[in-house]
């Protein structure tokens, strides 16, 4: 099993950053490959952004790409969501995410999930 722990979120004006920290514990060699999802009020979880176990391969959302950047520190067992630019369009919670498999992210990917950080961008 894993333990996914998001923190980072807040309040931000449009045009700032954020940085997201996803803390995550237990079996994290098996489930190495992480994500970021987002879930605005009344709209569906949508993918953010992904990385690889080995951190060689990222993957991002066109809505996000160029201003996001996700990251992680292996010896930490820590993910990074740094945003930036944000818009009002960002505001959601954001979960982490953790499963087995690399690839274009899909939400049914994941295995485990984090209870999410609000993230708030002011228009």
């Known amino acids: 099993q894993v333990q996914l722990i998001e923190s980072g979120g807040g309040l931000v004006q449009a045009g700032g950053s954020l940085r997201l920290s996803c803390a995550a514990s237990g079996d994290t060699w098996t489930y190495c490959n992480m994500g970021w999802f987002r879930r605005a009020s009344g709209k569906e979880r949508e993918f953010v952004a992904a990385?690889?176990?080995?951190?060689?391969?990222?993957y991002y959302a066109d809505s996000v790409k160029g201003r996001f950047t996700m990251s992680k520190f292996n010896a930490l067992n820590t993910v990074y969501l740094q945003m930036n630019s944000l818009k009002p369009e960002d505001t959601a919670v954001y979960y982490c995410?953790?499963?087995?498999?690399?690839?274009?992210?899909?939400?049914?990917?994941?295995?485990?999930w984090g209870q999410g950080t609000q993230v708030t961008v002011s228009s």
């Open positions: 990385i690889s176990c080995n951190g060689a391969n990222t």
């Open positions: 995410a953790a499963g087995r498999v690399e690839g274009w992210p899909r939400s049914d990917m994941y295995d485990f």
